[in-house]
């Protein structure tokens, strides 16, 4: 275990290079980037974004030619390797039937722990795509307090880095993995189809000593599609990185990116911003189906400090008598979504099935919630869903969303959507609310921006 300020300490100062994402941005004035999001999450750190939740050739087509940066939300997190795959791939041909493959810069956006089906996604890509000269592994996620340092991934904790492997991340029953030095971690999840001693490394001393040119002159000698891991201390890190990257690729190096989601921010160019403040309203709706330790915390806060209407969902009353508990429950929200606000959270038991059967019913207890929120007649004022999964569940099946705005965030990577005109709720504020962000008081404070 490592003290975060000891390292700061020993490392060169940060390279700070005014103006660097105006410069990137304008180095990116030729191309398309294009993020396939695994999960509802990773707009987390964007603004003034589209997301797609279809990628049917008109809507593709049109967004593809009109913006310069928009997402793709596959939600293949919630799947099976098999159908995570066949999800890319189908994305991947559409992509290069519609744009010029060489202009296109994707983003296999994931989880900052190191969650996801890793190479049943970026694989399919890569043969459908490329040839690449390598792919970037960048899991640094400033909002969530993940680093990367030594070729290892951690989570800070006060001033403690915790190796992601040494957390319950880790130990999730469909995701699990044994080593947070990446190189290590790479052969583990591919399966040994990359080595750790194949991988490459681009060192915070590469970054802040050397520089764009260091940077470019490493990704300059990488050929093959072999992993490219990027260290990163801070967004300036990041900065840095990708300048090298732009000229790397301008001197016609391809690469296929899987990162987190501070990576999406820099790689657009894309300047920070203040959270947003939203509009004062009176019901809302709040779902929660993650499970993760944090979100069983902001719940209890969430119960403990205000007044709000609670209705507890019991999961064997899903598995054994889905239409009949549905029915009972839409009822019960309706009733009483039309004075107060009204949170729905599934019962705080772990149900530890194992990988497959796992997946099967938290797809289960998402589709349920959804159909929850499908099935209301009492429009609320906004909504705020709870978990990655649940979250695109909610606003894809549940309120019939194909195209949403992603209008910033309302606390740190906590984003908020504006949900489109073709959907149940036109314009509704739509909060994706990652089970893993945030303190034990977040969940609470963010309800409290809309309600007080």
């Known amino acids: 275990m490592f003290r975060y300020s000891e390292i700061l300490e020993k490392m060169p100062g940060v390279l700070k290079i005014e103006n660097a994402r105006r410069m990137i941005r304008e180095r990116n004035s030729s191309t398309k980037i294009v993020v396939l999001d695994d999960d509802s999450t990773g707009c987390q750190t964007v603004y003034d974004i ?65 969650r996801g089906h890793f190479y049943g996604e970026v694989m399919p890509l890569m043969k459908i795509l490329g040839p690449f ?39 999730d029953p469909v ?17 040994g189809f990359w080595k750790a001693k194949d991988t490459v490394s681009v060192s915070i001393e ?37 300048l090298g990257l732009i000229g790397a690729e301008k001197s016609g190096k391809r690469f296929l990116y899987r990162t987190a989601a501070s990576f999406v921010k820099v790689r657009a160019g894309i300047e920070d911003r203040e959270l947003i403040t939203p509009p004062k309203m009176r019901r809302g709706l709040i779902v929660v189906g ?49 004075k107060k606000s009204v949170v729905v959270y599934t019962e705080r038991e772990y149900f530890n099935l194992g990988s497959e059967n796992e997946l099967e019913v938290g797809q289960k207890i998402s589709k349920f919630l959804s159909d929850l929120v499908r099935g209301i007649k009492v429009r609320p004022d906004f909504i705020i869903s709870k978990g990655g ?28 959507w504006e949900l489109g005109e073709e959907s149940k709720y036109p314009r509704l504020l739509y909060v994706v609310f990652p089970g893993n962000v945030g303190s034990e008081e977040t969940l609470l404070e963010v309800y409290k921006k809309f309600v007080d």
Not at 389 to 416: D, F, N, W
Request: hydrophobic share 40%.
């Open 206 to 242: 590469d970054i802040r000593v050397g520089g764009p040119e260091r940077v470019k002159e490493i990704l300059l000698g990488v050929e093959g599609g072999k992993p490219i891991i990027v260290n990163a201390l801070c967004d300036e890190d990041l900065e840095v990185f990708i």
């Open 50 to 114: 589209s997301i797609l939740l279809s990628w049917k050739d008109p809507i593709l087509r049109e967004t593809l030619f009109t913006e310069d940066v928009f997402y793709i939300l596959t939600n293949s997190r919630a799947y099976s390797e098999r159908k995570a795959m066949a999800v890319n791939r189908t994305i991947a041909k559409s992509l290069i039937r519609l744009f010029n493959p060489d202009r296109l810069r994707v983003i296999s956006r994931s989880d900052s722990t190191l």
């Open 290 to 338: 993650s499970y993760v330790k944090m979100t069983t915390a902001q719940l209890t806060r969430l119960l403990k400090n205000s007044k709000i209407e609670r209705i507890e969902v019991e999961i064997k009353k899903i598995l054994n008598n889905y239409r009949l508990y549905l029915k009972e429950l839409v009822e019960d929200i309706d009733r009483r979504l039309v």
């Open 133 to 171: 000269d390598g792919i970037i592994i960048a899991p640094y996620f400033k909002e969530g307090r993940r680093f990367t340092v030594f070729d290892t991934h951690f989570i800070l904790d006060d001033d403690q880095l915790i190796e992601v492997n040494e957390t319950e991340f880790s130990k």
């Open 175 to 191: 995701f699990g993995y044994r080593n947070a030095y990446l190189p290590y971690w790479i052969e583990e999840k591919s399966k």
């Open 389 to 416: 999964i649940t979250s695109h569940m909610v606003a894809e099946r549940g309120l019939k969303a194909r195209k949403v705005k992603v209008l910033g965030q309302v606390s740190p990577g906590v984003p908020v």
